[in-house]
């Protein structure tokens, strides 16, 4: 699956290890990064070993540690077709 990013500070917790543990601690930063290297092999969403709780047809929310989501918006490019990317808009605390 294709990986897109909402803006560079989602970006740079996402691709960046040291601005994921300082933001989320140690154990998020990690399961994130386990996330988005499942995320990036998957054919689609279909094959992702772990829940997406959607919210919608194309929303969905992906549990970390702590409390820690990472929000994000599914697309297949055609109505109808299998998920071929997902875009990552936030990382955010539970509340």
């Given at each position: 699956m294709h990986i897109t990013f909402?803006?560079?500070?989602?970006?740079d917790l996402c691709e960046k290890s040291?601005?994921?543990?300082?933001?989320l601690g140690d154990d998020a930063a990690a399961i994130l990064h386990s996330r988005?290297?499942?995320?990036?092999?998957?054919?689609?969403?279909?094959?992702?070993?772990?829940v997406i709780s959607m919210s919608g047809p194309e929303k969905g929310t992906i549990a970390l540690q702590d409390g820690w989501l990472i929000e994000?918006?599914?697309?297949?490019?055609?109505?109808?077709?299998?998920?071929?990317?997902?875009?990552?808009?936030?990382?955010?605390?539970?509340?």
């Open positions: 909402a803006d560079a500070q989602v970006r040291r601005a994921a543990k300082r933001h988005l290297s499942d995320l990036s092999v998957a054919e689609g969403i279909e094959e992702l070993p772990f994000c918006t599914f697309s297949s490019g055609e109505p109808g077709k299998p998920v071929k990317g997902v875009k990552i808009d936030r990382i955010r605390l539970h509340e």
